[in-house]
């Protein structure tokens, strides 16, 4: 697999949190060479493996991202919105926009010049009331020939390859993860190995409803999820960050099985994998969260790629990385040995 393209297909997908249907089209053609698939009442796609050893599986990436939901337009056809999932409004100001209404609508987030901001409006970001996103129309009849309330909208940004091995673009949360699982399933394929259940799950930006929902309805007695979580920045504290290009984080938590995550750590000791350890004191911020309680339990284990700049439009990941937490995740499914 091409893990580059791979990313580059899956971040031009469509999928703000709620209404991610075009990436899910995307998820199943991926999945579709691996198992029986489809895409279930919540909108997340799943891909189900039978296994020719004990023990059944679940493997979690979520397909959705972070965007904007129209709210109202004004009479002067501007566009009020709200985020959906964690947008981070001190960078949306000037930003180019597509708007996905009756048709795709191109835009930009208004923005005060320097010269007529006064006072703490030179400072401040600006609150989500007051953002407005302006797609030329002279007023409201004609916006809303083209745009109606609940809309999904996303900052605009290009797949980037940068220095190395590192790649940026928007929706690499978690479309990184989505691809891990990929390259996973790649891995394991025409291997004897236990039964694997594979979901990009649809809403966890917003309310880890897919996940919890694609975790009720399996028999799953392991479940790993993969995410992204924070890589090192000038700005930011060593020891709340990843290394990028060090290999996948695994987490341990009072909210995860202790006992899976030392296996993990085993596995990649025993097949030479580079990795790194993400402590947490309770909870993951992840689709685990919501996962591991249902139904009577599952044993649940975390493992996140390093990013740089997470919930912006130039969100960075390296590919090593999603190659080495594949192989991990690989490693365990085969049993323990990725040559196997």
């Known amino acids: 697999m091409d893990i580059k393209n791979t990313l580059k297909e899956l971040t031009s997908a469509v999928g703000v949190s709620g209404k991610e249907s075009d990436a899910v089209k995307t998820a199943e053609k991926l999945l579709s060479g691996f198992g029986k698939t489809h895409e279930d009442v ?20 979520h397909i959705d991202r972070i965007g904007l939901i129209v709210t109202s337009v004004t009479d ?17 100001n000037g930003q180019e926009v597509t708007v996905y209404g009756k048709k795709e609508v191109f835009g930009v987030i208004a923005s005060t010049p320097p010269h007529l901001a006064s006072g703490d409006n030179e400072r401040k970001a600006t609150e989500f009331d007051d953002i407005l996103i302006d797609i030329g129309a002279k007023n409201k009849q004609s916006a809303e020939k083209l745009v109606s309330p609940g809309d999904r909208a996303v900052v605009n940004s290009s797949f980037l390859s940068l220095c190395g091995d590192e790649v940026s673009c928007g929706a690499l949360d978690d479309r990184a993860g989505v691809a891990v699982l990929l390259y996973a399933l790649e891995l394991i394929k025409g291997k004897p190995h236990k039964k694997v259940t594979a979901v990009f799950s649809s809403r966890e930006e917003t309310s880890e409803g897919g996940a919890k929902a694609a975790a009720f309805n399996s028999d799953a007695d392991e479940l790993i999820a993969v995410d992204v979580s924070f890589a090192k920045t000038p700005d930011s504290k060593a020891e709340e960050c990843g290394i990028m290009g060090k290999g996948p984080m695994i987490g341990v938590s009072p909210s995860l099985s202790y006992e899976f995550s030392e296996e993990l750590v085993r596995v990649a000791e025993k097949n030479d994998i580079p990795y790194q350890l993400e402590v947490m004191g309770g909870r993951t911020g992840t689709n685990l969260d919501v996962m591991t309680t249902e139904r009577g339990g599952i044993k649940s284990a975390l493992i996140s790629i390093p990013q740089k700049y997470m919930h912006t439009g130039i969100e960075v990941v ?4 999603i190659e080495l937490c594949a192989k991990l995740i690989a490693a365990y499914i085969l049993g323990g040995d990725l040559n196997a």
């Open 318 to 321: 390296s590919v090593t990385d």
């Open 42 to 61: 919540l909108h997340s796609a799943v891909c189900e493996i039978e296994g020719s050893l004990p023990g059944h599986i679940l493997l979690d990436a």
């Open 76 to 92: 002067e056809g501007f566009l009020h919105v709200a985020p959906c999932g964690g947008v981070d409004r001190r960078t949306l």
